[in-house]
Each structure stands twice: as C-alpha cells, then as structure tokens.
C-alpha cells in the first residue's frame, strides 16, 4: 500500500511540475510590433511588417506554431525578407520549449554582394535555397552558394571574390550571415578527372577564422591536401 501512494504522489507531482513548466512558457506567437523591436536590436535599425500568415501546417520540422513575417527596413521599402517565428515542444526524446525567432536578412544582403562581386571576377556559381514551407518556394530559411569548377588556376580570384562579399556584409549587418553555407568543388589538374573535392565554408568556420582572402585561401587548400592524401592511400 505505502508504495501504490509513493507512486501516486510521484506521478501527481510530475503533472503539476509539467503543468507549471506548460504555464511558465510563453506559446503565442509574436506580434508585429515585437518582430520589428527584435529586429531593430539585433541590426540597430527601423523595420517595418508588411503581412505575415501561419505556416505551421506545411512547416518541416516537428514545431507547435510557425508563422513568417514579410519585412523591410524601413529606409528601403524595396528591400524584402522574410523572419520565422518558430515555437517548438519536444525534439529528439527531449522535453524542451522554445519561442525563437529567425530571419534571411543577412543572407539577402550577402547573396547579393557575392552576385556583384562574382560578375566582376566572371565566377561561375549558382544559389540554392532551403525551404521550410513544403508547399512554398519563396520561404526559404538557408542559403547555398555552390561555386564550381574551383581549381588552383582560379583559386585566387574565388577567394577574393568570397572575402569582398563577407566584408561587404559586415558593414551592413556587423555579423556572421549564419544561414549561408558556401559550397567550393576543388580539383587540382593532377587528379583524376572523376576526383574533386567538396569543401565548405560556413558560420562554423567563420567563427574560427578572419574572412581576408589569404586565410580562406589557406583553409581551401588544407583541404584539398588532405584530400589529396586520402587518394594517395586508397589509389593503388
């Protein structure tokens, strides 16, 4: 009997500890006026909410509530992007809550700095986005710069290429573009002409190297090199 009630109070204090956890988080999604304040502190500027509409239904990931805001800045009504308000409950077997915001603003302002500078240097690359909304292809949430082919006859000049449009982004936006991955397919003319190797660049390496281009130069071709030695033990 002492065990059936050490049990039974066990299990009423794990509802009421779930119950205060439900009421302590903040579900609803956030208004216009907060997406805009957010947004001026995270780039200490004004902005300004279009239209927004819930997404949670067509939305990928395993999320409570989702909706997409459509914003500009307020001095360039021409400029457009988008920001997820994205509430979330349990992921991976863990009990977990979140009411987190994110936005494509820095990756517009380098997508279209890298589309500049590429046209000076005459880099060939193509843009690939993610999209969250499985029934949308404007919402996207992820950029990708895939740049191919990179080799050491034009190694130099993608890598100038690359770090002019970094830096043109920081002097708008003072921060890592986290949501742009830049994907360079490397092959050396030595190497087979099945072999190239992937490398990317993203907010993991910038967080751990300057963007000049000597030093993503450097980084390419440490890559290559271990690429290199991994043909060498497998070729026969």
Partial sequence: MAGKVKTSICFASLICALALLLTSCDFRLMSKQEVEEY???????????????????????????????????????????????????????????????SDTYSLDIFSKAFETRAAEKDVEYSFNYFYPVKSSSVYYSRLYVDIKPVSSEN???????LSQAYTDTF????????????????????????????IKIDSLYLNRFDTNAETIEKYILDEAGKYQERLEQTDP
Wanted: proline share 5%; hydrophobic share 35%; net charge negative.
């Fill in 171 to 198: 002097e708008i936006v003072k921060d890592i573009p986290y949501g742009v991955t830049v994907n360079l397919t490397y092959r050396e003319p030595a190497w087979p002409e099945d072999r190239s190797c992937l």
């Fill in 39 to 101: 947004l001026e502190r995270q780039y200490g500027q004004e902005f300004i909410v279009l239209s927004s509409e819930s997404v949670t239904d067509d939305y990928y990931d395993d999320v409570w509530r989702v909706r997409v805001y459509t914003v500009s800045p307020k001095d360039g009504p021409e400029t457009q992007f988008f920001v997820f308000n994205t509430v979330e409950g349990e992921r991976f077997g863990v009990l977990g809550f979140s009411n987190r915001l």
């Fill in 155 to 161: 190694l130099e000049i993608v890598c100038t290429v």
